[in-house]
């Protein structure tokens, strides 16, 4: 059970470490006018994303593997469980909303500005906090 806790949180740190920083890859996309520098940086988000989505995959697995099989979180006394489900929900959502706004750029067609770039880049902040507290502090 250690090695399967170990290799989740191994994957969820290389995640989350996509999820930091193809968010600023945006911001500089969103501030970028000179066309080459704009292909440097959707290559690199390009990359970044699918580099990110395949981190992703073992990240959840290994925690439904936790959860549902060994059952850390089962019974009473376990609220903190769904707390944190629903962080990795909105995590997963906002893993697809980065690939979303990836594809507006490639199109062309991206609307929002660095600074709205630059809020965004502090959902997985926040999010990672609360999960954090929630595990490691079980409030619930």
Do not use: D
Not at 17 to 26: D, M, Q, S, W
Not at 55 to 75: F, M, S, T
Not at 87 to 103: E, M, N, P, T
């Amino acid at each position: 059970m250690l090695w399967i806790k170990a290799f989740h949180i191994l994957f969820v740190m290389s995640w989350f470490a996509g999820l930091f920083y193809l968010p600023r890859i945006l911001v500089n996309l969103a501030m970028e006018n000179e066309t080459s520098a704009t292909e440097r940086l959707l290559l690199m988000a390009r990359k970044l994303y699918r580099f990110m989505t395949i981190l992703a995959v073992p990240a959840i697995a290994l925690g439904l593997y936790l959860w549902l099989v060994i059952g850390i979180g089962k019974g009473p006394g376990n609220g903190w469980l769904h707390g944190k489900l629903t962080c990795v929900i909105l995590l997963i959502g906002y893993h697809h909303a980065c690939g979303s706004l990836l594809k507006k750029f490639e199109q062309g067609k991206n609307k929002r500005s660095h600074v709205w770039f630059r809020w965004f880049n502090e959902v997985p902040v926040v999010l990672l906090a609360i999960v954090l507290i929630l595990v490691v502090v079980k409030p619930f």
